[in-house]
């Protein structure tokens, strides 16, 4: 098992375990969970750009997602993202993750340029990852929110880890 597995297990575990220490998000999506009821009022469709690090390929990238709220803590996440390295090659993947206050995480589909796992035409795989989202209620003051993510993708028994930053902008109340 590789260390950054590990870990990913590790936090997320103690992610799962923990509880909500954000007031903010305690007041207003606790009860609305307790009831049954959607915490969409909590938070808001938004697109955004990133910035990424592909260690294995050593290539930056750049890319666009948005989240999609689905109900409690559930979150869809479609991105595309481009990478930079010694040949071009893309990324699209399909998330779904769970959102806590500041940490979020999840796993989804990935389909990947296959020059990016030394293969052919294109692959198919996994994430799993961590990420570092700023949340909380909506506020005219925070249409931007910022995340920080680690990923890890799995392809056809290879895996590659990337960081990525980035803003999100919130669409509409």
Same mark, same amino acid.
């Given at each position: ?39 969409? +009022? ?56 769970? &959102? @806590? ?36 209620? @909506? @506020?005219?003051? @925070? ?7 680690? +990923? ?9 880890? &990337? ?11």
């Amino acid at each position: 098992m590789s260390l950054g597995l590990l870990l990913y297990i590790v936090i997320g575990w103690s992610a799962l375990c923990a509880r909500p220490a954000d007031a903010a998000w305690s007041r207003e999506v606790r009860p609305l969970i307790a009831s049954g009821r959607s915490d969409r +009022r909590a938070m808001a469709p938004a697109i955004g750009v990133h910035g990424a690090y592909d260690y294995q390929a050593d290539a930056p990238g750049v890319g666009l997602h948005s989240l999609l709220p689905i109900g409690g803590l559930r979150v869809f996440s479609p991105a595309v993202e481009l990478f930079l390295g010694d040949s071009l090659y893309w990324q699209a993947n399909a998330d779904m993750m769970v &959102r @806590r206050p500041l940490l979020w995480r999840g796993v989804g589909l990935t389909v990947a340029d296959g020059a990016r796992f030394g293969k052919q035409g294109i692959q198919v795989g996994y994430n799993l990852f961590l990420r570092l989202q700023q949340t909380g209620v @909506r @506020r005219p003051e @925070r249409l931007l929110r910022w995340f920080v993510e680690a +990923r890890w993708t799995y392809v056809d028994n290879s895996h590659h880890f &990337r960081p990525a930053a980035g803003l999100s902008v919130v669409l509409f109340e």
